[in-house]
């Protein structure tokens, strides 16, 4: 079983800057790809980024690209979402998320595990 546990959210104006980490414990923890989503009040859950475990491909969301950097430290097991410049429209509730299967996706349902989830309010 593996636990994902975020932190790092908050309360920011916009312009600012927030740092949201993404821990795991649980089994050996050897995902092929690791995902940060959110969801939005009233939203459907939505990609933001993912990074493969072992290096290699980043992706994100066109909504984040070029002002949120997504990192890992493979020691730690944990995940990173640095997001600066943020916009009251990344207000939202963010979840990481890990993928276990040799497929790198933008889409929820094809990730295994996910954290309870760190909420993000970015005022005007």
């Known amino acids: 079983q593996v636990q994902l546990v975020e932190s790092g959210g908050g309360l920011v104006q916009a312009g600012g800057s927030l740092r949201l980490s993404c821990a795991a414990s649980?089994?050996?923890?050897?995902?092929?790809?690791m995902g940060w989503f959110r969801q939005p009040p009233g939203k459907e859950r939505e990609f933001v980024a993912n990074?493969?475990?072992?290096?290699?491909?980043?992706y994100y969301a066109d909504s984040v690209k070029g002002r949120f950097t997504i990192s890992r430290d493979n020691a730690k097991k944990t995940v990173y979402l640095q997001m600066n410049s943020l916009k009251p429209e990344d207000t939202a509730v963010y979840y990481c998320?890990?993928?276990?299967?040799?497929?790198?996706?933008?889409?929820?349902?094809?990730?295994?595990?996910w954290g309870q989830g760190t909420q993000v309010t970015v005022s005007s």
């Open positions: 998320a890990a993928d276990f299967t040799r497929t790198i996706s933008t889409s929820p349902r094809a990730y295994d595990y």
């Open positions: 649980g089994r050996t923890f050897s995902p092929y790809v």
């Open positions: 990074i493969r475990w072992n290096g290699g491909s980043i």
